[in-house]
């Protein structure tokens, strides 16, 4: 028999992917353009590709059991010692093992939102008790998020889906009046002007979770790391699985920061289109733009909207319906930023369905 809470767990809801198009719309998969999952339109450069490619000699062996090697580039990336690193399958697996490590059945966990839906099925499989508290476009007031005891609390910055960061200020009052641990999600930070990894030296109880699938580009070869002090570490190295990333992806993400420079100006791209297509999407009518320092714009369309979607599908763009999320009122859109091309396509058919539905 199933634990009772796997009956009440809606399973992550990932959008829809090429395929899925294919089937529903006869428009070939690879034609396709995904600016539904935060991606990174860009594939890594041809030394990455090498890495990839000369770690087929190896693959006849297990990686190395705590990946010294991925450990101190990442150090050295970030200026951290490589006891406060913990890497995993993604950041997804990092913030499961964090909860696997601190949550007990009934400890309170706090999730602003609207936020990563994954916070909340992750709190459920440790049978925790949520508070959800809701910010209006993740404005996190600290006061109103400490009102009362928690034993986890998690903060995305930049958040998914509204594209704001928290102010250092805020993170630090955070910080400083709760002895819960703080789980700081900065999937998106690389594209932000804010990262709160140097407020671990003076913080215990903070833990940021990075990822390597949109500024490194590698969603599918899933990695990411914990940065936190090294009790949390230690803690978290016990619970993860021997050899829970691949030879091939510890590889290809070592030399996709040795390539930092290439990745560097793909960010700096990502941005200036963000601030390209914001700017468009603001002139439109009967829309609102939510201000973002990540690599996608939420939008809000007034009125009630079905069709969307699927008109935006039928013509090959994947577009993430967040219509519906907690602490969303109304019809909103996530797109993801991508190529110039792209992002003007998605724009003129938007355009043409707000003049003309
Ligand atoms: C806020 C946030 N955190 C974590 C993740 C998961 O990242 P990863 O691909 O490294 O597991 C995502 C993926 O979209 C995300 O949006």
């Known amino acids: 028999m199933v634990r009772g809470v796997i009956h009440i767990i809606n399973p992550y809801d990932p959008g829809s992917f090429p395929e899925d198009i294919e089937k529903r719309y006869g428009v070939k998969s690879s034609d396709v353009i995904s600016l539904s999952s935060n991606e990174n339109p860009f594939l890594p450069p041809d030394n990455v590709k090498r890495a990839y490619n000369d770690s087929f000699k190896f693959i006849n062996r ?50 602003p939102i ?65 002895d819960a641990i703080v789980v700081v999600d900065e999937a998106y930070s690389d ?24 500024f490194f580009s590698l969603a599918g070869l899933r990695v990411g790391y ?39 100006e793909i960010r700096d791209y990502i941005i200036r289109e963000r601030e390209r297509i914001s700017k468009k ?22 009125g009630e909207d079905r069709e969307i979607k699927e008109r935006f599908e039928r013509k090959g763009i994947i577009l993430r319906n967040v219509t519906g999320l907690m602490g969303l009122d109304g019809t909103h859109f996530r797109v993801t930023v991508g190529k110039k091309e792209h992002n003007d396509m998605f724009l003129q058919i938007l355009q043409d369905y707000l003049e003309h539905r």
């Open 226 to 264: 914990a940065v936190g002090n090294q009790e949390t570490i230690q803690s978290i190295e016990k619970v993860r699985l021997p050899f829970n990333i691949s030879t091939i992806s510890a590889k290809v993400a070592e030399a996709c920061i040795e390539s930092i420079d290439y990745f560097n």
């Open 281 to 302: 999407l603001e002139k439109m009518e009967r829309l609102k733009v939510y201000p973002s320092d990540a690599n996608f714009i939420l939008f809000r369309i007034e």
């Open 114 to 178: 609207p936020g990563y839906t994954l916070y909340a099925i992750l709190s459920m499989m440790m049978d925790a008790s949520i508070r959800f508290i809701d910010f209006p476009e993740y404005q996190i007031d600290p006061e109103k998020l400490l009102e009362k005891r928690s034993k986890l609390i998690f903060i995305c910055s930049p958040n998914n889906p509204t594209g704001n960061s928290v102010p250092e200020s805020v993170m630090r009052k955070i910080l400083r009046n709760t």
């Open 62 to 111: 297990y990686p190395h059991p705590v990946y010294r090697d991925l450990k101190e580039r990442i150090s050295d990336l970030i200026n951290v010692d490589s006891e406060n690193i913990a890497v995993g399958n993604g950041a997804s697996e990092i913030l499961k093992m964090i909860c696997e490590v601190h949550l007990e059945a009934f400890d309170p966990v706090t999730i």
């Open 191 to 214: 594209f932000s002007k804010t990262s709160h990894i140097k407020l671990i030296d003076e913080f215990d109880n903070l833990v940021v979770v990075k990822s390597f699938s949109k």
